[in-house]
């Protein structure tokens, strides 16, 4: 029997839907950022053993692979109770998240800086490189530890072309700084930020705490530890690719929150001299979000920097003694345990590997509140990272069998989602009408959605809005016409030259 597939719609990854509601007079009342494009993967996890669970979502989510792979692997630490990694260990993943988050950073100023951007992106995936993970996909990290030490040659590399970087980030920096210091918007974001941070509440984008401050200064949490992130956060609307998640000691009506450089520099003052400097100028009026990108790219500098100058970075030690021994095997769930292949093999690659299962005991934790038995309670672990575009939480439940029985994946666009469409609403409500399309678009780009639109070039993104001003008079094959065709769904003009320019791919 032949099956016959009909591909009948181009879809544009550049593309970006808002929603818009009018008040009966029709002026602009709220706006929404469409986040069906984004659907939550946790449904396709469950039942799978957990080791199996962070390579899959880093390549169904291939925007943010890092932050996905580090965020799942101290999941499955939390799960088998590992709390202290070699300071080598520590050092490598240092690396790979700063060097993937200044490449991810520095990629928002191809446009307007492409000289800049491509040196720091270069200098970024030497970082990776020296890291272990040279290609998109990382394989650095594994239950415990890394998969290799630092060589000394990646090391010496990456030292001889730190200094030039660094000119090169504080140059950007301060450039992108003045040109955001005239007119402009306050932030009257009414919401907190929320950020990684290190036991001493101070930002530290690979810490292992979380801290929480009010629009007006107040710490809400100190540095929270990950155990106690079902008492920090709940979701309003649990599975929903929009499920708006709040800070369960505010509620759901004002317990909205956001992540991403601009909550990074507002939960606390930078561990790093230049970019500290720079924070307090940030700080002292309003400058934006492509500001606080290039602070935070500057920062990410610094600590590489730093990382590279230490000894342990090429410790052999790379795994920790929290190790357990293996138990009898069906008792308990198989981690991933991935390391180079050998040299002299022809699978030799700096990024080829090999995949062994090590069986690790979960820990003994509190039910799972979505399921428990008396004779099978679940155990949870939560791991975090804090990205270019902000905290990714990655939580899984295991059954006594290691199998997946709950799972949430917590994204920063799922957590910026409220705060975008206060920025929609904003940029709606006062914007000429003229101007709406390029209104929303700069909204779009400043909470920075994990979407291919935030790559497009400016004036590139392939707006449609969703506005009912549009629709009011509807001809009679409407309901046949394609979404971006029907009136109430206006899709922007781009210039044919526009579409010419190819978008940055992530990771390039």
Known sequence: MTTRLVLDQILDPAQARVRLRRDPAGRPLAARFDLDGLPRVEGLLLGRPVAQVPPLVERLCGVCPTAHHLAGVRALEALAGITDLPVGARLVRRLLHHGAVLE?????????????ARQLRHFAKLAMAAAGSPGHFPVTAVVGG???????????????????????GLELARAVLAEAAGPTEADDWPGAAVAACDGAGLPRLDGDRLRAVAADGAVLVAAAEPQGWDALVAEARPGDPAPRPYLLSLG???????????????????TTPLAAQLQADWLGRPHGALAA??????????VIAQVLDQPDLMSDQLLSDQLPTPPAPGSAPSFPDRRPAPSGSADGAADAHRTATTPITPRSGAADARKSTASDVPRSGVGWSDGARGLLVHRYAVDRNGALVAAQILTP???NEPWLAHLLTRAARRTEPERLAAGLEEAIRAADPCLPCTAAPPGAMGLIIDDPAAAEARPADWAEAGPADRPGAVSTSRPDDHRAVPAPVEGD
């Open 104 to 116: 991810m950073q520095a990629g928002r100023f191809l446009f307007q800086r492409p000289d800049s």
């Open 413 to 415: 666009t799922a957590q």
């Open 293 to 302: 990108r290039a602070v935070m790219a500057l920062h990410c500098l610094e």
């Open 252 to 270: 759901p009506q004002r317990g909205a929150y956001r992540v991403g450089p601009v909550a990074q520099l507002s939960v606390g003052r930078l």
């Open 146 to 168: 890394v998969a290799a030490p630092v060589a000394a040659e990646a090391r010496d590399r990456c030292r001889q072309q730190v200094g030039a970087a660094l000119a090169v």
